[in-house]
């Protein structure tokens, strides 16, 4: 008998170590996974992608980098850390604005909201706004590189006609003391290329940003888009070539609005509505997309026929063929997907490494574009006016394709006729993009 009372006795003991030891080894189970079967995600309510695991060596150790490096991982990959974080800073965040909006007038002043992000705004509410970039010597540094390396390419492929088209927005003006801040004028006195090459798209004032950009993201919307397009065409000198087809691509009239607070028609073209509620970048690095959301609204276009590749692949794996962006799915379950938070990337296309538009049309030239995310609206409309139209992200260009981008070789292997750079700020400012 007392065998089997000391044999109770054991097991109630091991009962009582069961569950910490089962917890345990189920968070530690989890985090080899993560470690090991991880994937690349981006982090949504920061805007950035997710930190990993890094090999240990005895240099970061002693640099104390291993160490850092690991504490950026577990909160990104271990089990609940990210959901945690992520609930914490949204109703931080939310408690903050709140008490914001009864302490400060908007209309007046920028206030400093999180992460960088400002509020401003008029009658209709705040919007969130990047504080302008001033040229400081290390802006005007990497403005002077990236000028040089579009001199000396245009320099090497003179038979190439180069074009810049730079992209304003919040970074490049302060709308409430309107002070703008020169980096267009900055770039295009740095470059060489023929000043008729060289164009900008103007935001004057917070009118044109509530007209042009998006409340909770840096893009610019349809109406801006679509006039960025036929800015570029005009650039590109399409409509000197005297072909019909060289005229800029309108919208399809036979769309409408299904909705009830129909924005105001501009040129007679009618958006559709896509969601509303959509919130991206901005509204999710501050944590509040349920205080931040506007309506998605776009131009539906007619495009022209056009195979596409999509970083070396022309199909999915259904055995279908690659489309840049859903807007076609889109649109067709737009009543469906009018209730969804659609994005930006998700309805245009992704910043992809390479994206090969062709239509097939060997008697037009053929356009390599070197673009941010901006130019990914209308890309497909571009495309349309050339035989071939290669858009490259240099930002992931080695990773997507597996070697590195040389210009010289890619405009001898596809036969370049143009070259376009075309985006905001930081395609002239951030070194990924001078990797050419």
Known sequence: MSCIKELKKHLRGLGRCAFPVCVFLFLLTMGVCCYCFREIRKIEFENRMSHFFTKWSNALWMDCEWQRKFNEASADQLPFALDVKKNFFWLRNGVLYEAQKRMYNFTDYYVHFRNGIYLYGDEDGPYLLYMLKTLDKEAQEHMQAMAKQINNAALRHADKDFYVYYIERDLDLRYDTKWHAGNYEFVRKNLTIPNDHIACFRVKDFNDHKRY???????????????????????????????????????????????????????????????????????????????????????????????????????????????????????????????????????????????????????????????????????????????????????????CLGKPFSIDEYVKMHKIDKVLFIGNYDLFSQEPFQQF
Not at 237 to 253: H, S
């Open 213 to 399: 950009l998006y409340l909770t993201d840096h893009h610019w919307q349809y109406l801006g888009s679509y006039k960025g397009y036929k800015e570029v065409f005009h650039l590109l000198e399409l409509d000197k070539e005297g072909e019909t087809l060289n005229t800029p691509i309108e919208p399809d009239p036979a769309y409408g609005v299904p909705d009830y607070s129909k924005p105001k028609l501009v040129d007679g073209y009618r958006p559709v509505l896509i969601s509303r509620v959509h919130h991206e970048s901005k509204s999710m690095v501050t944590g509040t997309p349920d205080k931040f959301q506007n309506k998605f609204y776009v131009y539906v276009f007619n495009y022209v026929p056009m195979r596409i590749t999509i970083n070396g692949k022309n199909k999915h794996e259904d055995g279908s063929h690659m489309d840049y962006g859903n807007a076609e799915k889109l649109l067709e379950n737009k009543d469906v997907a009018v209730e969804w938070n659609i994005k930006y990337g998700v309805f245009y296309g992704y910043d992809d490494g390479e994206v090969v538009f062709n239509t097939e049309r060997k008697d037009r030239p053929n356009i390599l574009v070197f673009g941010d995310s901006f130019d990914n609206a209308i890309l497909k409309l571009l495309a349309g006016h050339f035989n071939k139209t290669y858009s490259i992200d240099l930002r992931h260009y080695k990773d």
